[in-house]
């Protein structure tokens, strides 16, 4: 009989109010020792017949293919590990020679537990399913498939009632399941597990009447026996009773019968790992008895322990006993309470994260009351053990779980950090993806690691539920609503006031689920506006104010209605929503605004038309709205009434016509412009602000600026006009030969229009201008005629934006400047490289700066944007424009460049910017004039 591999096999049966502990010394890191179906699994992995995969994980959850499961009931039946024996060819046309299943395959087929498919498939690697699996195994323990009238057994019903037979009982402790649900492999274990202690009737003997002989698989094939007996000791959590030596060791005094019939027991050191939660309790030890003498001895090899039919109970510590009166106690935790009877000569053990732990053999009930009642014993895991089921409890482990942090990882100083202690982690058993200032409870065992005594610690992160709002007081004065839970005072919380009203905690929970810590969470620090448009409060069913609405504009353009709330009217001035400034509470008249000083105006009108600052928590309740004028560190000025004007190229807000700074504008900056005409909210952003102006009067007044690196930046500012505003993304810029204008009536009353025949994109098209106010500002611009202009067509109508005559002129006394050809002596054309312009001789173009030089003298810097047009007739006479790109010149015939003869360019210089830089002059737009467009050209 081969050896058999040191296991683990835990089980814990337990009345449970709480969360379980996670012991240590698991097989597999993703089986807990608790798990019901840990046994089956840690044993069958020990007879090696299902085993783990890689990383010491047994993946309990995976399924399991037919051709895995053959393999399963070969080891099961036989004991042995390999099926080589058998390997070749088999019956089914997907299962070759070759296939690492043959043998087992070959094996079944044999012992007709398996028949495969009608198309003469074996189909391996199809997930096995519990009817299957059913099938095989009954088939396997030698039942027969056929009925009592011959016939045979109606696959896959009659197979899993024979399955359910009590001498046989494969789903013992298996969850409901569905014929066709596939087996996973924890189910497969248990089901392993139950065939072991099945009366099984394969390859058995006869008796003289040549009966079959049932026997079971444990003990007939791989001779394991059981005894029962109680484990005093374990190297994963030495109490020190008796000695051990080294690790994988257990100390159990076993229950016997001598030679003449009478129980004894005798204690013995075994090697088999066992943990905490199998301290004091009664178990089997199941072992194989190597030397057939019916009795455990050093030979033999133990392969497995399981709690037996005693009661255990495991409850959080911190409670109260409510009657202590001698084998009659009674303990209350968390609402309930226990019949919990001590014995006079129970057996305490107390584990410790830190003190030294202790182990009383006889102690009174008085030692164990003191060991688990009280505040200061609420982190502590409190098992009762009654091994005898006469309801009183011989044991009391007592393990405590202390609150740390971790103060980093991945070094070799990582430690676990609580009050003005610590504990090395290197000896740490923890929770996967911890982290640096994660808070943890732990636990401490004394351990053998070889033959070393080492603390050992299990770590797990503690629970922790985050944005809890405070609602108030209960009903009770020493109660406290966090969420929708009522906690009862304690040191967590009882420091809570008004003040902390709507705010948000992350509430720690200790081990026991005990709430032990509230931290207030810091409100965001992200600064959010909103243009409100309406406000309203919210009553009851008796009419009191409970609260209000508040609907507005947000910074993204969005609108959103928000609830806030109010707290009590009887609260300070300094405890209502919004504690500094300007802010907003209620009673029972309604709204308030207030200064500070005193009780301000009434009513839900005042907030309308105004930008407010404010915070919102994870339910998406206000709990915090400030005028901007009161927000926190910033300095309030008026918006005039009068024109503003933002212009992108220095990122700068104008006013009025003598265009006085308001401020500066950077990626933060948000503006409200409120329309009365449509009664609409437009949002501008720092990042994304068009050039805009408005040339009507502005009512309301209110900005804010946030100084920042010495530079006054615009925060947030709001204004309200009478008409829409224009902005650069509203319009196209244009360049054209203004041929002739008129103007005359615009369309609406008092207003003016010009009609323009312009030259633009290769064509003659006629325009109208948007309405000018004044007759003299239309006329100035008829008088353009006859000359090259820039103008702004506005992308909503087609309509020239009516700008000034200033503006739109292309000459040497506006803020563009034309640059012919000849006045700067550019001379010959070279080409064209990339979208600029490259010229002969002295005249260059710098493409790493991105420059046009006239000798040694930069003339311009080339604008990104560049426009490059192609013009018949001459500058006096510009008959056609065709816009065009500098590839298409690129393969245009222009001029004779051999000849070094080139048509006349001209180009203008404007003032323009490019990203964040400064603004400069730069070439805009370039016109090559020539007699004919090539047909290349776009």
């Known amino acids: 009989m081969r050896n058999l591999k040191k296991v683990l096999a835990l089980v814990l049966v337990m009345a449970l109010s709480l969360s379980l502990i996670v012991m240590t010394g698991a097989a597999f890191n993703d089986v807990k020792v608790t798990d019901s179906d840990a046994p089956a699994i840690n044993l069958l992995n020990s007879l090696k017949i299902l085993q783990g995969k890689e990383n010491n994980n047994f993946d309990p959850d995976g399924t399991i293919k037919r051709s895995e499961f053959a393999a399963v009931v070969y080891r099961l039946m036989t004991g042995n590990e390999n099926a080589n024996r058998y390997n070749g060819a088999t019956k089914f046309s997907d299962v070759p020679a070759n296939h690492w299943a043959s043998g087992y395959v070959n094996w079944a087929t044999n012992n007709n537990i398996i028949g495969g498919y009608p198309d003469g498939t074996f189909k391996p690697d199809n997930n096995v399913t519990m009817a299957e699996a059913a099938k095989m195994l009954v088939v396997a323990l030698g039942y027969s498939q056929t009925k009592a009238n011959g016939q045979p057994l109606d696959f896959p019903y009659d197979y899993i009632d024979l399955a359910e037979r009590k001498t046989i009982n494969l789903f013992k402790n298996v969850a409901d399941f569905s014929a066709d649900d596939a087996a996973v492999r924890h189910v497969v274990s248990r089901m392993g597990y139950n065939a072991l202690f099945s009366d099984c009737y394969y390859n058995a003997a006869k008796d003289g009447n040549g009966n079959l002989i049932k026997y079971t698989l444990a003990e007939g094939t791989f001779n394991i026996k059981k005894v029962s007996g109680t484990i005093v000791d374990s190297s994963n959590a030495v109490t020190g009773v008796g000695t051990l030596t080294e690790e994988g060791q257990t100390r159990v005094i076993l229950e016997e019968k001598d030679s003449d019939g009478h129980d004894t027991t005798r204690s013995v050191t075994v090697e088999c790992d066992t943990g905490v939660d199998m301290l004091f309790q009664k178990v089997d030890m199941w072992y194989v008895d190597n030397n057939d003498n019916g009795s455990y001895d050093s030979g033999d090899d133990v392969a497995n322990f399981t709690i037996n039919d005693g009661a255990s109970l495991q409850l959080a510590g911190g409670g109260t006993f409510t009657d202590k009166t001698a084998g009659k106690e009674t303990y209350k935790v968390n609402g309930t309470t226990y019949d919990v009877n001590l014995g006079s000569e129970t057996k305490l053990m107390i584990f410790n994260a830190v003190a030294t732990n202790s182990y009383t053999a006889t102690a009174n009930p008085a030692a164990v009351i003191a060991a688990v009642e009280g505040a200061t014993k609420q982190d502590y895991v409190v098992t009762f053990i009654d091994n005898n089921n006469d309801d009183v409890y011989e044991s009391v482990i007592a393990v405590e779980y202390k609150k740390g942090k971790i103060t980093s990882v991945n070094n070799t100083a990582s430690k676990i950090v609580f009050g003005a202690g610590s504990v090395d982690m290197k000896n740490v058993s923890i929770y996967s993806n911890y982290a640096k200032d994660d808070i943890v409870y732990f636990n401490r065992l004394s351990t053998l690691v070889e033959k070393d005594p ?485």
């Not at 720092?686 to 007044?701: H, I, K, L, R, Y």
């Not at 600029?836 to 005249?843: G, H, L, Q």
């Open 454 to 938: 080492v603390n050992k610690y299990t770590v797990e992160k503690a629970n922790i539920i985050e944005n809890v709002v405070f609602k108030g007081f209960g009903s009770d004065a020493n109660s406290y609503v966090l969420g929708d839970t009522t906690y009862v005072a304690n040191a967590a919380i009882a420091a809570l006031t008004n003040n902390d009203f709507n705010k948000e905690f992350n509430l720690t929970f200790n081990h026991n689920g005990y709430l032990v810590d509230a931290e207030r969470v810091s409100e965001s620090t992200e600064t959010k506006y909103v243009y409100v448009t309406d406000v309203a409060t919210k009553t009851n069913n008796w009419d009191e104010i409970t609260g209000g609405t508040l609907t507005g504009t947000l910074a993204d353009g969005t609108s959103k209605t928000f609830d806030v709330k109010f707290p009590d009217s009887n609260l300070d001035e300094n405890e209502k929503l919004g504690t500094a400034g300007k802010f907003i509470w209620s009673n029972e008249d309604g709204w308030t605004i207030a200064d500070g000083s005193d009780a301000g105006t009434k009513g839900t009108t005042y907030a309308m038309n105004k930008v407010f600052e404010y915070t919102v928590n994870s339910s998406g309740v206000i709990t915090n709205l400030k005028e901007i004028d009161h927000a926190d560190g910033v300095t309030a000025s008026a918006v005039p009434a009068a024109a503003i004007e933002y212009k992108k190229n220095n990122n700068t807000l104008y006013t009025g016509s003598s265009d006085t700074v308001l401020g500066h504008v950077n990626d933060d900056t948000v503006v409200f412009i409120k329309n009365t005409k449509d009664d609409t909210v437009k949002v501008y952003k720092g990042s994304d602000m068009p050039s805009f102006e408005s040339t009507v009067t502005v009512a309301g007044q209110q900005a804010v600026k946030n100084a920042a690196s010495g530079i006054s930046y615009v925060k947030v500012m709001y204004f309200t006009v009478a008409d829409s505003i224009t902005t650069s993304s509203d319009t196209n810029t244009k360049y054209g030969y203004l041929v002739s204008a008129s103007y005359g009536a615009g369309t609406e009353t008092d207003t003016y229009a010009v009609n323009m025949k312009i030259v633009v994109d290769g064509e003659t098209t006629n325009f109208v201008t948007a309405n000018y106010d004044d007759s003299a500002a239309a006329e100035a611009v008829k008088d353009l005629a006859g000359s090259f202009i820039k103008f702004e067509v506005q992308k909503s109508d087609n309509k020239i934006k009516a700008d000034t005559a200033a503006n739109m002129t292309v000459g040497e006394h506006s803020d563009d400047s034309v640059a012919d050809a000849d006045s700067y002596g550019l001379g010959s054309y070279q080409g064209w490289l990339g979208n600029t312009i490259v010229f002969y001789t002295a005249n260059t173009f710098d493409a790493d700066a991105k420059t046009v030089k006239v000798g040694s003298s930069v003339s311009a810097r080339v604008s990104e944007d560049v426009k490059y047009y192609l013009v018949t007739g001459d500058p006096t006479d510009r008959k056609s424009f065709v816009e065009t790109t500098a590839d298409s010149l690129m393969s245009a015939d222009i001029g004779d460049d051999a000849s070094n003869t080139a048509p006349l360019f001209e180009y203008i210089v404007a003032s323009t910017t490019e990203g964040n830089e400064a603004a400069s002059d730069k070439i805009v737009a370039v016109f090559i004039y020539t007699d004919v467009i090539p047909d290349v050209v776009s």
